[in-house]
């Protein structure tokens, strides 16, 4: 009955350690490794553009403005195909 008695009461306490765990510890872990995370991204694409490194040499390259220049590229006219081979018009 004693030997019982001390299962119940381990489980118990453990199941009371385990809540405060994922109540407390958990989430504050997860926030702690998400905000380590967020730092090293920023590190990697700082907010002037993306700096790349090769064998060395470090290429910054900067974010695009969103603007388009109209003396870049050209018109591509471009005509629908059917895809069904069945009708040969």
Do not use: C
Not at 14 to 24: D, H, T
Not at 43 to 62: L, P, T
Not at 70 to 77: C, K, M
């Amino acid at each position: 009955m004693e030997l019982l008695l001390k299962i119940i009461f381990f489980l118990f306490l453990l199941s009371f350690v385990a809540k405060l765990f994922f109540r407390y510890v958990l989430p504050w872990w997860l926030n702690h490794f998400v905000k380590k995370q967020q730092k090293k991204y920023e590190q990697q694409f700082n907010a002037n553009g993306r700096v790349y490194e090769d064998d060395g040499i470090r290429i910054k390259k900067d974010a695009p403005t969103g603007e388009i220049n109209p003396d870049v590229g050209e018109y591509v006219d471009f005509e629908e195909v059917d895809d069904n081979p069945d009708n040969n018009e």
